[in-house]
């Protein structure tokens, strides 16, 4: 439920509403705007008797959040959420961000390669996975620990930002310390201790879409990591599993619009995991800028025929670098531009 206090309601009309709130049991989120005051009734799973807030002076309106997901709506939160990174980079406002690199962190060589090339080509973000949720338990599972120092030096080379996958609690808390995006995986969208970790450990989250997930479901999950606090989220479609075999996931556009609508939230693309197929990458992560995206999400790296993880949905290096250049025209025709990376270790 939100408060909408009238324009110009006095700190103490707003006070006093804050505390009614708490009285009555629940916690008050005051979210000053722009445009108007508002005080978010937080911690209701039904309908709240609302009269005792309307009569509160200063008060304009009690607006009932209709949809079970409540902060993460755009009921709760009109304008859209803009995720502020190190170096000026955001995710959200008008900039279309590229995060790029491997899908594994294999060795420094890799790592270092990686990094150089995709920023060459224009990506701001790197991304690399430290710990990889692999269906066979005998496929390669990661670097653990020690890849999270291959990144760490990374970005010292090349002043990219990091994001890396973390599975576990332990995992949240040693990629939270180094990285700029904690990334919560398709396999764990719904895992909500880890979610409520993450939403308690003080970075961004990028939170990729389950592989059967409703849309609703993924707004759900992110829920839970503005309950806990963390606002700053950023959510990922990466395809849906589907009756088709022919890609590897069925790679839903529409959801990006539809969250556009629903919520306030950022959301980015990943068409490497949403087709599964090189070729495929490139025409879909044309289309999902065109269709809104806040940014794109691609596996490179500077030989895929190597790559210990994902190497048939992974770009070669040059086709990185003319996806790069289609993708800042199509930002441009719809108004937007895409994040260029600062100019360290350049
Ligand atoms: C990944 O991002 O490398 C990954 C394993 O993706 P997903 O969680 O979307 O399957
Ligand atoms: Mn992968």
Not at 205 to 233: F, M, P, Q
Not at 264 to 286: C, F, N, Q, W
Request: aromatic letters at 4%; hydrophobic letters at 45%.
């Amino acid at each position: 439920m939100l408060i909408v206090m009238r324009h110009g309601a006095t700190a103490d009309e707003v006070q006093k509403v804050i505390s009614v709130v708490e009285e009555m049991g629940y916690q008050a989120a005051p979210m000053p705007g722009a445009q108007r005051t508002a005080v978010g009734l937080v911690g209701n799973d039904g309908r709240v008797d609302a009269s005792r807030l309307e009569g509160l002076p200063g008060v304009q309106e009690v607006i009932h959040v209709s949809k079970p997901y409540k902060q993460v709506s755009r009921e709760w939160r009109p304008e859209s959420t803009v995720v502020r990174l190190a170096g000026g980079v955001t995710v959200g406002g008008n900039e279309v961000v590229a995060i790029a690199g491997p899908c594994s962190l294999e060795t420094e060589r890799q790592v270092l390669e990686s990094a150089r090339l995709v920023k060459e080509a224009g990506a701001v973000i790197l991304r690399g996975g430290a710990w990889k949720p692999r269906s066979s338990p005998y496929s390669f599972q990661g670097l653990g620990r020690p890849g999270l120092k291959l990144l760490a030096k990374a970005r010292e080379e090349t002043g990219l930002l990091i994001c890396t996958e973390a599975m576990d609690p332990d995992g949240v808390g040693w990629v939270s310390e180094m990285a700029d995006i904690v990334q919560i995986g398709a396999r764990n969208m719904q895992n909500f201790s880890l979610l409520k970790i993450a939403g308690r450990c003080g970075k961004p989250i990028l939170l990729k879409r389950g592989i059967s997930a409703t849309i609703v479901e993924l707004l759900l999950s992110a829920e839970y990591l503005l309950a806990e606090g963390n606002h700053d989220v950023i959510l990922c479609e990466r395809g849906v599993r589907s009756f088709d075999t022919m890609t590897r996931n069925l790679f839903d556009l529409t959801a990006i619009p539809v969250v556009h609508k629903l919520s306030h939230l950022p959301i980015i693309a990943d068409p490497s995991h949403g087709t599964g197929l090189r070729d495929k990458v490139i025409p879909m992560a044309r289309a999902a800028v065109a269709a809104g995206a806040d940014g794109i999400m691609v596996e490179v790296h500077p030989n895929p025929e190597d790559a210990l993880s994902d190497g048939a949905q992974t770009l070669y290096p040059d086709q990185f670098t003319q996806l790069m250049r289609e993708v800042r025209i199509i930002a441009e025709a719809i108004g937007r531009r895409v994040a260029e990376p600062a100019a360290v270790g350049a």
